[in-house]
């Protein structure tokens, strides 16, 4: 790559470019020689700024009518969606990602924002109940300064995913995004804050420091993070400090419960579609799959054969159908992982085709495996190995295969396989999890926007997406009117007295 297409990215506080003399490069994970773009390091005091930047343009934003939130909401759309080629070929380069995963981060994004701005005019409505005593008026009121933290992954509909309801309910917002992927998204951030005034959005980089000084800042009222779970801790334990409001999507370690009636050959091009997007780099993709002992080996094959139709390349490759690891460190724990996984015994089966081998030695490359006797309590089975390779563990009973299910501190997503809709509805009911799919387990299972996202225990607190999601962003003040102790001239229209 030439000099001149080196992007270059200030931080970006209250509508202005902020330089900050010290930069960290993102290169291509598909193309080591590449250098995307050199990004601003910032500093506890850059931070301090865009956290007051924020604070100031909150005193008027709160004030925002809903009719001017929305409208700001789909101008924001619309300059994603004019930017939306070009970020989504940007994402590959600093991401690794096949393009048409890109292309979907994005449109998610846009499709976020938009699905934002339709429901908050009813999400606003505001409740009022009257007894002989008087009468409650329930509103919902911003909460503040948001500080969102976001991972690699999929960080345009994440992105979105925060700052769509963090702006409707009436906040603003400073975003960190991940070192691995900072550019696409501080694109779209960029452009999409000429529709809102000044120092609604901010952005803030940095190294370590940054994220630590941004979860500290008293003036940052919610956190809303997505992460690893040891990131999450860290991020819950700052908050603790002044007692933030937390948002935590954090890492999984989905099971998928393949049940007995199944077919393997009808099961397994969409159980793919769960393990293996983003390479895996996903955090409520199928990450165990727990399979019959009487179907074992029939379903191993089957899903080794289509598994060896994948073809790992570059993401911009219109041949590859699986791209390289995003970074080092995702890299060598793969790498050490699949030798750990083959050195206690278990059969690790590397497939799928490589395409331009020359290339593997300047990316992150690794070829998708799948795993058969391994022990349930493997490294590779109790952890998120968020990368291409799946383990298969049979089981013997449904009392058996729910216990093994749930016996993780993760819990995401999960799925059930089978005909029998009443029986998987059943078993659905016993699984610890935020989500649960039936005869899925892919991003095309969540376009429902009746979906709330989520995890519980270590997978997370709280929701994204529907109103469930909006509600994050919100406080409730609750007005009381006692029209006893002084005779009030309130006036209320019947109509309008809504029972809460
Ligand atoms: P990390 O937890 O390593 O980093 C996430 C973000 O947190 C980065 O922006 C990072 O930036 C920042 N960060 C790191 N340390 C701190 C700190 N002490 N205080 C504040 N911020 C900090 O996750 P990854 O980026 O590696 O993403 C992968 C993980 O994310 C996986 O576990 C995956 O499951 C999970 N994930 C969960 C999702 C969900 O919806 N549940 C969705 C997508 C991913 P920096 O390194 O610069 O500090």
């Known amino acids: 790559m030439d000099k001149e297409s080196v992007i270059k990215l200030e931080l970006f506080i209250n509508q202005t470019d902020v330089p900050s003399g010290n930069y960290?490069?993102?290169?291509?994970?598909?193309?080591?020689?590449?250098?995307?773009?050199?990004?601003?390091?910032?500093?506890?005091?850059?931070?301090?700024?865009?956290?007051?930047?924020?604070?100031?343009?909150?005193?008027?934003?709160?004030?925002?009518?809903?009719?001017?939130?929305?409208?700001?909401?789909?101008?924001?759309?619309?300059?994603?969606?004019?930017?939306?080629?070009?970020?989504?070929?940007?994402?590959?380069?600093?991401?690794?990602?096949?393009?048409?995963?890109?292309?979907?981060?994005?449109?998610?994004?846009?499709?976020?924002?938009?699905?934002?701005?339709?429901?908050?005019?009813?999400?606003?409505?505001?409740?009022?109940?009257?007894?002989?005593?008087?009468?409650?008026?329930?509103?919902?009121?911003?909460?503040?300064?948001?500080?969102?933290?976001?991972?690699?992954?999929?960080?345009?509909?994440?992105?979105?995913?925060?700052?769509?309801?963090?702006?409707?309910?009436?906040?603003?917002?400073?975003?960190?995004?991940?070192?691995?992927?900072?550019?696409?998204?501080?694109?779209?951030?960029?452009?999409?804050?000429a529709c809102f005034p000044p120092g609604v959005i901010n952005i803030v980089y940095g190294e370590g420091d940054v994220g630590t000084a941004l979860t500290h800042h008293p003036l940052v009222r919610k956190i809303s993070f997505t992460g690893g779970t040891k990131t999450g801790k860290a991020v819950m334990a700052a908050a603790a400090e002044s007692i933030k409001n937390i948002g935590l999507e954090l890492g999984g370690n989905d099971p998928a419960i393949i049940l007995d009636d199944v077919v393997p050959a009808e099961v397994v091009p969409e159980l793919i579609k769960g393990i293996f997007p983003r390479s895996g780099q996903v955090c409520y993709a199928i990450k165990r799959v727990y399979v019959p002992a009487r179907i074992y080996d029939k379903f191993y094959d089957t899903l080794c054969e289509a598994v060896n139709e994948y073809k790992v390349g570059y993401g911009l490759d219109p041949r590859s159908t699986l791209a390289p690891l995003n970074n080092q460190n995702q890299y060598n724990f793969i790498k050490g992982l699949t030798q750990r996984t083959r050195q206690s015994g278990a059969v690790v089966r590397e497939l799928g085709q490589k395409l331009d081998p020359d290339h593997w030695d300047h990316g992150y490359y690794v070829l998708p495996a799948v795993v058969r006797d391994v022990s349930p309590t493997a490294e590779l089975v109790v952890n998120e190995q968020f990368g291409p390779i799946i383990p298969l563990i049979p089981y013997e009973s449904e009392q058996q295969v729910l216990a093994m299910a749930n016996g993780t501190e993760y819990g995401l997503a999960s799925s059930i396989w089978s005909h029998d809709y009443d029986r998987a509805s059943r078993l659905a009911g016993e699984i610890e999890a935020g989500i649960t799919f039936i005869n899925s387990h892919a991003r095309t299972a969540l376009g429902n926007r009746h979906m709330p996202f989520g995890g519980v225990k270590q997978s997370g607190i709280g929701r994204v997406r529907t109103t469930v999601g909006m509600d994050e962003y919100i406080e409730y003040h609750a007005i009381n009117l006692n029209k006893k102790t002084i005779p009030s001239t309130k006036k209320v229209n019947p109509q309008d007295a809504k029972q809460i």
């Open 24 to 193: 960290f490069e993102v290169r291509d994970p598909g193309r080591f020689a590449n250098v995307i773009a050199q990004v601003a390091i910032g500093s506890a005091t850059h931070v301090h700024e865009a956290v007051s930047a924020a604070h100031h343009a909150y005193q008027t934003w709160k004030h925002s009518g809903m009719s001017q939130r929305i409208d700001r909401l789909n101008c924001a759309a619309l300059e994603l969606e004019k930017l939306s080629s070009q970020l989504a070929q940007t994402l590959v380069q600093e991401q690794g990602m096949l393009l048409r995963d890109t292309q979907r981060d994005v449109a998610n994004g846009i499709r976020t924002l938009r699905e934002t701005a339709a429901l908050a005019a009813s999400f606003f409505e505001v409740k009022e109940y009257e007894d002989e005593e008087g009468w409650v008026r329930v509103e919902k009121v911003p909460r503040g300064v948001v500080a969102a933290i976001v991972p690699w992954n999929a960080p345009m509909g994440l992105t979105m995913g925060k700052v769509g309801p963090a702006l409707a309910t009436g906040n603003t917002i400073v975003v960190k995004p991940s070192p691995f992927a900072p550019v696409a998204v501080s694109q779209a951030l960029k452009a999409m804050a």
